[in-house]
């Protein structure tokens, strides 16, 4: 059992912080997962432990990616090392592994909203419990903060806020005369002044008071803190985020205000770990690597990544057209639109964790004439759903929207799997929706996307390699013509019916089929929205239709369907096997999909045939 960090000593508490980073370094090496912002956050994370009981206050983590110092000091030590496998422990806090996890995060800047509520909670139940959220620097790019901090100086809950800075400072300390005023700020003197300052302004009359209020606001004006004192939240730091005494001190100071605070701590992503040391973005997310080398252990593979290929094809089609135009929310490296910012950063822009911004921004610039690429993680879009509805579908400008990581993408788990845009794009109007089946279509898209001037249009593709490009695949790739679909193969009875990645998995059911004796036909629906005019005369040809899509089944590509034929007045026989009514959970791509039956497609269509054969 581990001693109560609060009667720990600070060397004890240095060297547990020790301890930690070397098993996160160990674990993370093995299995992957959020290397530097982890590392970054362990002071904090020792601190916040060593000054409170996260039993009463509640430890609010945003994104979370950051707690995996929480998780092995909250009784997950032992199993830290199933960190992010299937059945194992989640990469992100989630209440249902532990009580002691306040609530479950993977998208960013929720923290300080959840810790406003639990706040306004403990107010209303007059219970003395103090909500500490843990904020990256990213995360206030977020409109979602502020709305938040609003709400926070205005009520004044007591609530503590630590803002950990790793990437770009509010304003940088100017040396020991910031570090000293630092100091001085997070103590009684000068907490204990402005308190006596405030209560000395309430008794004079106005007109003396102008020489006081300056004097009260020099003292902010030489801290960063100014933005947070302004909205009524008190600021301490900045403070250096690995210096255990400090935080401690800071955080006792914050604890006994009773009022919301926001602690400024400094920190350097990575620390522990020198290669990863620094605002290195390849060290955020890492698959397994070596830890004495840094390399990576995942095998290489031959076969260009969906993003790869959107990358190139862009820059290709950017080099010709200057009206397009490439945007994301803080994902540059992982959509692939770094290469094209590399290449022309007025074209090109991360506008940070702001996606409604992202969205909105995009329907002005197609009004006047660009054709602006979105590209967005499927997780993310969902971010901005009343700007895809309200800023772009209403007047249905030609903003493209590149959807990465569509469909299950593995060991984040639930809060990153990319299986609701087919839902909730479906229903908007005058949106065109489509999906290529393999690295080839997908640059066949991207070229009929950028010729599409009459509507917004989303296409979709997955993370890792498409199922197609791993099979045999001798299909001849078409342009894309709105609203058509491709019969890629004839078959008898029975018809596979695939939409974007789906079309691989349908392809790999159709050799299994063929090994048992039945030869089924293969289609890719390739538009969602438009469906083909002519499938249903294509559908009614046979007597069974499986549906393949990386999608759920409530509001899928199978609903489309039995919706399209039944306004026709037709019906057909159909099964769909995108995902059940239940949120997918973490764990490698392939654990996954073996325990939600894809390993057993073939089988279900097969003893479906025979059952029907022998009525």
Request: charged share 25%.
């Given at each position: 059992?581990?001693?109560n960090?609060?009667e720990?000593s600070?060397?004890?508490?240095e060297?547990?912080?020790?301890?930690i980073?070397?098993q996160?370094?160990?674990?993370?090496s093995?299995n992957?997962?959020?290397?530097?912002?982890?590392?970054?956050?362990?002071?904090i994370?020792?601190?916040?432990?060593a000054?409170?009981d996260c039993?009463?206050?509640?430890?609010?983590?945003?994104?979370?990616?950051?707690?995996?110092a929480?998780?092995?000091?909250?009784?997950r030590?032992?199993?830290?090392?199933?960190?992010r496998?299937?059945?194992g422990?989640?990469?992100?806090?989630?209440?249902?592994?532990s009580d002691?996890d306040?609530?479950?995060?993977?998208h960013?800047?929720?923290?300080?909203?959840l810790?406003?509520?639990?706040a306004?909670?403990?107010?209303?139940n007059?219970?003395?419990?103090?909500?500490?959220a843990?904020?990256?620097d990213?995360?206030?790019?977020?409109g979602?903060v502020?709305?938040?901090?609003?709400?926070l100086?205005?009520?004044?809950?007591?609530?503590?806020?630590i803002?950990?800075?790793?990437?770009?400072?509010?304003?940088?300390?100017?040396?020991?005369?910031?570090?000293h005023?630092s100091?001085?700020?997070?103590g009684?003197?000068?907490q204990?002044?402005?308190?006596?300052?405030?209560?000395?302004?309430s008794?004079?009359p106005?007109?003396?008071?102008?020489?006081?209020?300056?004097?009260?606001?020099?003292?902010k004006?030489?801290?960063?803190?100014?933005?947070?004192?302004e909205?009524?939240?008190?600021?301490?730091?900045?403070?250096?985020?690995?210096?255990?005494?400090?935080?401690?001190?800071?955080?006792?100071?914050?604890?006994?205000?009773?009022?919301?605070v926001?602690?400024?701590?400094q920190?350097?992503k990575?620390?522990?770990?020198?290669?990863?040391?620094?605002?290195?973005?390849k060290?955020?997310?890492?698959?397994?690597f070596?830890?004495l080398?840094g390399?990576?252990?995942?095998?290489?593979?031959?076969?260009?990544?969906?993003?790869q290929i959107?990358?190139?094809?862009?820059?290709?089609?950017a080099?010709e057209?200057?009206k397009?135009l490439?945007?994301?929310a803080?994902?540059?490296?992982g959509?692939?639109?770094d290469?094209l910012?590399e290449y022309?950063d007025?074209?090109f822009?991360?506008?940070?964790?702001?996606?409604?911004?992202?969205?909105?921004?995009?329907a002005?610039?197609?009004?006047?004439?660009?054709?602006?690429?979105?590209?967005?993680?499927s997780?993310?879009?969902?971010?901005?759903?009343?700007?895809?509805?309200?800023d772009?579908?209403?007047?249905g400008?030609?903003?493209?929207?590149?959807?990465?990581?569509?469909g299950?993408?593995?060991?984040?788990g639930e809060?990153h799997?990319?299986?609701?845009?087919?839902a909730?794009?479906?229903?908007?109007p005058?949106?065109?929706?489509?999906?290529?089946r393999?690295?080839a279509?997908?640059?066949?898209?991207?070229?009929?996307?950028?010729?599409?001037?009459s509507?917004?249009?989303?296409?979709?593709?997955p993370?890792?390699?498409?199922?197609?490009?791993?099979l045999?695949n001798?299909?001849?790739?078409?342009?894309?013509?709105?609203?058509k679909?491709?019969?890629l193969?004839?078959?008898e009875?029975?018809l596979?019916?695939g939409?974007?990645?789906?079309?691989?998995?349908?392809?790999?059911?159709?050799?299994?089929?063929?090994?048992?004796g039945?030869?089924?036909?293969?289609?890719?629906?390739r538009?969602?929205k438009?469906?083909?005019?002519?499938?249903?005369d294509i559908?009614?040809?046979?007597?069974r239709v499986?549906?393949?899509s990386?999608?759920?089944?409530?509001?899928?590509?199978?609903?489309?369907?039995?919706?399209f034929?039944?306004?026709?007045?037709?019906?057909?026989?159909?099964k769909?096997f995108e995902?059940?009514?239940?949120?997918v959970p973490?764990?490698?791509?392939?654990?996954?999909?073996?325990a939600?039956g894809?390993?057993?497609f073939?089988?279900?269509?097969?003893?479906?045939?025979?059952s029907?054969?022998n009525?």
């Amino acid at each position: 059992m581990m001693k109560n960090l609060r009667e720990c000593s600070l060397k004890e508490l240095e060297d547990l912080c020790a301890d930690i980073r070397t098993q996160i370094l160990e674990v993370v090496s093995q299995n992957g997962g959020h290397l530097s912002s982890a590392l970054g956050a362990v002071d904090i994370i020792v601190a916040m432990h060593a000054v409170f009981d996260c039993k009463q206050h509640p430890f609010i983590f945003d994104v979370s990616h950051q707690a995996y110092a929480h998780k092995i000091l909250t009784g997950r030590k032992d199993s830290f090392h199933t960190l992010r496998k299937y059945k194992g422990i989640s990469g992100f806090t989630h209440p249902k592994e532990s009580d002691l996890d306040y609530f479950i995060a993977g998208h960013s800047s929720t923290s300080i909203s959840l810790g406003v509520g639990a706040a306004r909670a403990f107010s209303l139940n007059k219970q003395d419990q103090i909500p500490i959220a843990l904020i990256g620097d990213g995360s206030m790019s977020a409109g979602l903060v502020y709305e938040a901090l609003n709400e926070l100086g205005e009520r004044k809950y007591p609530m503590i806020i630590i803002l950990n800075d790793n990437e770009m400072s509010i304003a940088k300390p100017i040396g020991a005369i910031s570090r000293h005023l630092s100091s001085l700020m997070s103590g009684s003197f000068y907490q204990g002044l402005r308190d006596n300052i405030k209560r000395f302004l309430s008794k004079m009359p106005q007109s003396a008071t102008y020489l006081a209020k300056r004097f009260e606001e020099s003292f902010k004006l030489i801290t960063p803190g100014i933005l947070f004192e302004e909205l009524g939240i008190r600021y301490i730091g900045p403070i250096d985020g690995h210096d255990l005494n400090s935080l401690i001190n800071a955080l006792k100071a914050a604890k006994e205000l009773k009022l919301p605070v926001l602690i400024h701590a400094q920190t350097t992503k990575g620390k522990g770990y020198a290669k990863a040391e620094g605002h290195f973005e390849k060290w955020h997310g890492v698959g397994p690597f070596d830890l004495l080398t840094g390399e990576s252990k995942k095998a290489s593979t031959q076969i260009p990544t969906p993003t790869q290929i959107y990358t190139q094809t862009l820059l290709r089609l950017a080099k010709e057209d200057s009206k397009i135009l490439g945007i994301t929310a803080a994902m540059p490296s992982g959509t692939g639109l770094d290469k094209l910012m590399e290449y022309d950063d007025k074209r090109f822009f991360d506008v940070g964790i702001a996606e409604q911004h992202a969205i909105t921004s995009s329907a002005s610039l197609a009004k006047e004439g660009f054709k602006p690429y979105v590209s967005i993680y499927s997780t993310f879009l969902q971010r901005g759903y009343d700007q895809i509805i309200h800023d772009v579908g209403i007047l249905g400008v030609p903003v493209k929207f590149a959807i990465d990581r569509a469909g299950i993408v593995g060991e984040d788990g639930e809060t990153h799997q990319g299986l609701f845009d087919i839902a909730f794009l479906r229903i908007v109007p005058n949106f065109i929706l489509f999906a290529p089946r393999d690295n080839a279509s997908l640059a066949k898209a991207i070229e009929f996307s950028s010729k599409l001037d009459s509507a917004p249009c989303a296409f979709r593709y997955p993370r890792g390699n498409f199922v197609m490009d791993r099979l045999q695949n001798d299909y001849e790739c078409n342009d894309f013509v709105l609203g058509k679909c491709e019969l890629l193969k004839e078959g008898e009875e029975i018809l596979l019916i695939g939409y974007g990645n789906g079309v691989g998995r349908a392809e790999k059911v159709r050799y299994e089929l063929l090994d048992l004796g039945v030869d089924a036909g293969l289609l890719d629906l390739r538009f969602l929205k438009p469906l083909d005019e002519g499938l249903a005369d294509i559908l009614v040809r046979y007597k069974r239709v499986y549906v393949f899509s990386d999608s759920y089944l409530l509001g899928g590509v199978g609903s489309a369907i039995l919706e399209f034929m039944s306004l026709r007045g037709l019906s057909v026989r159909l099964k769909s096997f995108e995902l059940a009514d239940s949120f997918v959970p973490h764990g490698a791509v392939g654990d996954i999909e073996s325990a939600l039956g894809f390993d057993e497609f073939s089988k279900v269509i097969f003893d479906e045939i025979k059952s029907h054969q022998n009525l």
